[in-house]
């Protein structure tokens, strides 16, 4: 029984921090692509950022780069994404993701090419 948990969700004032953790249960943590999407209501879930577990590989949304930062804990079996200089325009739903890894084919960030998701945790940015 594959299950991804998140966890450090909340409300910031703009300018805030924030980090998300994801665990991974169940999943063969290893040489998969993990990640983070986010989704408002009425628009599409996109990819904020993953980080491929075998060789630690990162990708990002080009609206977070320089602001937030994912990385693993192979030993843990979890991920994170560190948030920093939160804008308003980040309030959204974040979601855990994982597949197998982009060598297998798709787009990191491609909804449609996720496996498994967690069951969000959700940002205010005011």
């Known amino acids: 029984h594959v299950q991804l948990v998140e966890s450090g969700g909340g409300s910031v004032q703009a300018g805030g921090s924030l980090k998300l953790s994801c665990v991974a249960y169940?999943?063969?943590?290893?040489?998969?692509?993990l990640g983070w999407f986010r989704q408002t209501p009425g628009k599409d879930r996109e990819g904020v950022a993953g980080?491929?577990?075998?060789?630690?590989?990162?990708y990002y949304a080009d609206s977070v780069k320089g602001r937030f930062t994912i990385t693993r804990d192979n030993a843990k079996s979890t991920i994170y994404l560190e948030m920093n200089n939160l804008e308003p325009g980040d309030t959204a739903m974040y979601y855990c993701?994982?597949?197998?890894?982009?060598?297998?084919?798709?787009?990191?960030?491609?909804?449609?090419?996720?496996?498994?998701w967690g069951q969000g945790t959700q940002v205010t940015v005011s």
């Open positions: 993701s994982g597949r197998g890894p982009l060598k297998y084919g798709g787009t990191w960030n491609n909804p449609k090419d996720i496996n498994f």
């Open positions: 980080i491929e577990t075998g060789d630690g590989t990162t």
């Open positions: 169940g999943y063969i943590y290893s040489t998969n692509l």
